[in-house]
C-alpha cells in the first residue's frame, strides 16, 4: 500500500502527466498525442520532498505526493 509524504493539493489537467521531479516538487508536462510532440516540463508545485531509495513517488487521485515500496527481486 501507498504511504502519504506531502499534502499539495494540485488540481490536475487532462492532457497532462504529471510526476514529482529530481528536485521533490511536483511537475508537469504536455502528453504527446497523434504525432504532435509533448511539452517541456513546468513545476506547478513546490514541496521539496527528500526521495529515499527503493520507493516509487507518485501523484495521488487527492493531489498530493504519494510513495509505494518497490517490489524488487
Known sequence: MAEKVAAVGVKK???YLYFVDKAGDVSRAKMARGGKKGGKPQKV????VKKAKGYLYFIDKKGDISRAKMVRR
Open 13 to 15: 489537467e487532462d492532457g
Open 45 to 48: 508545485a513546490k514541496a521539496g
